[in-house]
């Protein structure tokens, strides 16, 4: 499997700052945030999976736009994959008629462009021999982070969470874990912010770290604008014994 990272920032605001998107081989976006958008044509025509970590809007603000866009070229439906709850919040309150149409009854219910598939953590979904597996995570939402297994080697992302000790106990039962992308958005002097938002800063995140018992390279992403320098050196400071990297644009994982 290969991974592209499309956008791991927690927010936007210049030409490296896109919010969180990672594209799988050429068929699979793991959450759709602005990244998306660097993609050609050509490219968001190939997609037939987005899974969806959560409802908020830096992780699905690119689906109604993909659909839209390339809905008419393909001869089949998009699917997007979610938690029953994320999936209600997203015909609730996106895919709504009122916000955005419903391209699950477009151009026609029985051959929609759009389609909704219901995930649950631990619950594997295997396409063309990739395993995709949602796992635990801890949000102001609904949310799931997601285990992704070639059968060689697996990377891990959490998604948004905060400190949750079920992820970790799903993380140390993975063999082949070679890759763990985990997030951190704040730095320390925000933690407030950061435990009301239910966001991991550096400190907890040594705390969470300290729960791995499997050896992975670990990337960190969502950082905020504004504040990746300090946090970055914060995590340093506080994480430096897992060698914790800053995520990249455009960064390629294969396993």
Not at 27 to 36: K, N, Q, R, S
Not at 55 to 61: A, Q
Not at 172 to 181: P, T
């Amino acid at each position: 499997m290969k991974l592209r990272v499309l956008g791991c920032s927690g927010g936007i605001g210049g030409r490296h700052l896109r919010t969180t998107s990672f594209l799988v081989d050429s068929d699979i976006l793991i959450d759709a945030g602005t990244g998306v958008g660097d993609l050609s044509l050509a490219e968001l025509s190939l997609v037939d999976h987005i899974f969806v970590t959560h409802s908020h809007l830096d992780h699905v603000t690119s689906i109604p736009f993909i659909v839209d866009t390339v809905g008419g070229m393909r001869a089949r439906p998009i699917t997007v994959h979610a938690t029953r709850a994320t999936t209600e919040i997203l015909r609730n309150h996106l895919f709504n008629w009122a916000i955005w149409p419903d391209f699950t009854e477009i151009p026609t219910a029985e051959a929609p462009f759009m389609r909704f598939h219901e995930v649950e953590p631990g619950r594997t979904v295997s396409i063309n021999g990739r395993d995709i597996t949602p796992i635990p995570a801890n949000h102001t939402v609904p949310a799931v982070g997601y285990h992704l297994d070639s059968g060689q080697a697996s990377l891990v992302f959490t998604g948004d969470t905060g400190a949750h000790d079920a992820l970790w106990k799903v993380v140390n039962r993975i063999a082949n874990l070679k890759y763990l992308i985990i997030e951190t958005a704040f730095s320390n002097k925000e933690r407030q912010l950061a435990e009301v938002s239910r966001h991991l800063w550096p400190a907890r995140l040594a705390e969470e770290l300290a729960k791995m018992e499997r050896d992975a390279e670990v990337f960190v992403t969502h950082l905020k604008p504004g504040e990746i320098e300090l946090t970055m050196q914060e995590i340093e400071e506080c994480a430096g014994a897992w060698k914790p990297r800053m995520l990249q644009n455009n960064q390629v994982f294969e396993f």
